[in-house]
């Protein structure tokens, strides 16, 4: 009989409670603070590399941070005891590894070979409409007139400043970090995507796990050939840019993605550059123009209004 009277008392306090608890936290301003926080990892990433250059050649810098990053996803992997991902998203993972892992920084340190970190954060605030663009082409979204119209108007004001910044012309810097663009793009396009079935930190996780067969040998082979000078700066720079920027950072990153969607969180990196414009001032000591606050204003416009409109 007590067992009968529980059964039917379940049924009813399912249906005298149609609402979810209050202290359910909103999936889309978590996520939107998610994503906000990668932001702010991803804009440390110039100056740290410009800190880890000084006593790294570029592409030592490049295959370390990946060998410590991907150490770092490896044992948490392993302490959590995560199986390996089914082999439906292994194609997914590689395209993020390509792309976020290994393409991204790499093209990005060689340009930093030659250009100021200033310069670079600005060409790379083209991240998030590129993004947009690859995820309605790979993911089928589909954002409003308004949305694209802020973020075409946002890409316009960063790609003045950066033809203002560089005397009407191109240099090898800026081809580096448009195929950055690119490549990133690509990665944070997979990423969020996969971010979808599986935990956010696991697909950064396991691209960096799966480039360890690459980067370690790298590391030994550039290592061999690049002269090391280790300082405080050198070190810290590369620290961050393994933890933070290369598995911390991309950890909240894909986590917000997936819940508020791409096309959105990927305008919340409108506010990059301007961030990385601070520190480089901070960090470095760079020059900023007067360019600099007129393209903030502008940026933070459409990150509010990109932000507003409705996909």
Known sequence: ?????????????????????ATTPHPTGLGTLQAALGVVAFSLTFPATAWGLEGFG???????????AGLIAGGCLLALRVPLPARRHWTGLAVVAAGVVVGFPLLSTLALGTSTTAHAAVVVGLLPLTTALLSALRVGTRPSHTFWAAALVGACAVMAFT???SGGALTTADLYLFAALLVCAAGYTEGGRLARVMPGWQVIGWALVFCLPLTVPGAALALAHEPVRLTAHSVTGLLWVAAGSQFLGLVVWYRGMAAIGIPKASQLQLAQPLLTLVWS???LGEHLTVAAPLTAAAVLVCIAVTQRARG
Do not use: D, E, G, Y
């Not at 009989?1 to 608890?21: F, L």
């Not at 570029?58 to 410590?68: D, F, H, K």
């Open 281 to 283: 001032v901070l960090l």
């Open 163 to 165: 033809v203002q910044q």
């Open 1 to 21: 009989m007590k067992t009968q009277s529980s059964a039917t008392a379940r049924p009813a306090i399912a249906v005298t409670s149609p609402h979810p608890p």
């Open 58 to 68: 570029p592409w030592s810098l490049v295959a370390v941070r990946c060998v410590l």
